[in-house]
T-cell receptor, first 114, second 116 residues
Framework: GAVVSQHPSWVICKSGTSVKIECRSL??????MFWYRQFPKQSLMLMAT?????????EQGVEKDKFLINHASLTLSTLTVTSAHPEDSSFYIC??????????FGDGTRLSIL | AQTVTQSQPEMSVQEAETVTLSCTYD???????LFWYKQPPSRQMILVIR??????QNATENRFSVNFQKAAKSFSLKISDSQLGDTAMYFC?????????????FGKGMKLTVNP
């Protein structure tokens, strides 16, 4: 149980394009989803927390207009990297949870901007 | 501020041996959860084990067990009979159960290599 699916697993795109990453909880309803960014050999850095039906709460230093988060249902959250540039290249991971349960993570998305 | 410290950036162990990964944390909360997550080269984040602070009994999951010392704010992970598949980054993490924060606080991670 508690499977989180993240798609795509790897995406390469040109600078200036927008990229959407999906995060789905497959067998549970996630009241809260989280988006992280991870640089090589570093820990996970929380970007934002999203609750179904409300606006995401962004961490300090994360650009809201650059990283658009939508949590339209209890099983789906999306992260859109708008007008992506090479410095946005990174590994992005989502997680999902219900209250009083651990976060369960997706497999991550490797984003490469050329 | 709540912090998690993993002071050993890297360790190696021979297959079948036992290894202990250290983690300390700082919080003023009395109730919280502690976790160990494993991130193999595939980069999936896998929950290894969790401990609830109000439980005195140390959690165990097959070959994985913890030594939870609440007064010392220490939460070490012991891996018995190490296997090649245990090679991964290991992250210690903390979350309070009260106060409304749902954010996991991660340590910097520790790279474990199991050698044949």
């Amino acid at each position: 149980g508690a499977v989180v699916s993240q798609h795509p697993s790897w995406v390469i795109c040109k600078s200036g394009t927008s990229v959407k990453i999906e995060c789905r909880s497959l067998d549970f309803q996630a009241t809260t989803m989280f988006w992280y960014r991870q640089f090589p050999k570093q820990s996970l850095m929380l970007m934002a927390t999203s609750n179904e039906g409300s606006k995401a709460t962004y961490e300090q230093g994360v650009e809201k207009d650059k990283f658009l988060i939508n949590h339209a249902s209890l099983t789906l959250s999306t992260l859109t990297v708008t007008s992506a540039h090479p410095e946005d290249s990174s590994f992005y991971i989502c997680s999902a949870r219900t209250p009083h349960q651990p976060q369960h993570f997706g497999d991550g998305t490797r984003l490469s901007i050329l | 501020a709540q912090t998690v410290t993993q002071s050993q950036p890297e360790m190696s162990v021979q297959e079948a041996e036992t290894v202990t990964l250290s983690c300390t944390y700082d919080t003023s909360e009395s109730n919280y959860y502690l976790f160990w997550y494993k991130q193999p080269p595939s980069r999936q984040m896998i929950l290894v084990i969790r401990q609830e602070a109000y439980k005195q009994q140390n959690a165990t999951e097959n070959r994985f067990s913890v030594n939870f010392q609440k007064a010392a704010k220490s939460f070490s992970l012991k891996i018995s009979d190490s296997q090649l598949g245990d090679t991964a980054m290991y992250f210690c993490a903390f979350i309070p159960t009260q106060g409304g924060s749902e954010k996991l606080v991660f340590g910097k991670g520790m790279k474990l290599t199991v050698n044949p």
